[in-house]
């Protein structure tokens, strides 16, 4: 009996499917972040079995509506893992210092601009 509960966990483990969705509409609505550059740069490094470029079926990205991007893995991934690669990406562009990247649910992300205090206004009335 033991092997046969064997056999069905390994089977359903197989079936997982997770969805992330990473909404940049709000930084590439003011120009400052390509989606579809983004889009390619998560084609190129995302890992699967621990080589770069081996998506096949198993991990699908997709552009879905304006500044939003949907992975379907059909395998067991972490979200982390596609927080580290936008942070990766951000900083690569030069974008780190004004994005962050927030999870505002399970499985979906948001690029979120820095809070701005502007202290310039305080020191003129001194």
């Given at each position: 009996?033991?092997?046969?509960?064997?056999?069905?966990k390994?089977a359903?483990a197989a079936?997982?499917?997770?969805?992330?969705?990473?909404?940049?509409?709000?930084?590439?609505?003011d120009?400052?972040?390509?989606?579809?550059?983004?889009?390619k740069?998560?084609?190129?490094?995302?890992?699967?079995?621990?080589?770069?470029?081996?998506?096949?079926?198993v991990?699908?990205i997709?552009?879905?509506?304006?500044?939003k991007i949907?992975?379907?893995?059909?395998?067991?991934?972490?979200?982390r893992?596609?927080?580290?690669?936008?942070?990766?990406y951000?900083?690569k562009?030069?974008?780190?210092?004004?994005l962050?990247?927030?999870?505002?649910?399970r499985?979906v992300?948001?690029?979120?601009?820095?809070n701005?205090?502007?202290?310039?206004?305080?020191?003129?009335?001194?």
């Amino acid at each position: 009996m033991a092997p046969n509960a064997k056999s069905a966990k390994a089977a359903k483990a197989a079936k997982v499917t997770h969805k992330f969705v990473i909404d940049a509409s709000r930084p590439a609505g003011d120009k400052i972040f390509d989606v579809s550059q983004f889009e390619k740069f998560l084609h190129d490094k995302i890992k699967v079995d621990g080589r770069v470029g081996n998506l096949g079926d198993v991990i699908q990205i997709s552009q879905e509506g304006d500044g939003k991007i949907v992975v379907l893995a059909h395998t067991q991934f972490s979200g982390r893992y596609l927080k580290y690669l936008t942070k990766k990406y951000l900083k690569k562009h030069q974008l780190r210092d004004w994005l962050r990247v927030v999870s505002t649910s399970r499985g979906v992300y948001e690029l979120k601009f820095y809070n701005v205090v502007d202290d310039g206004a305080e020191e003129d009335d001194d």
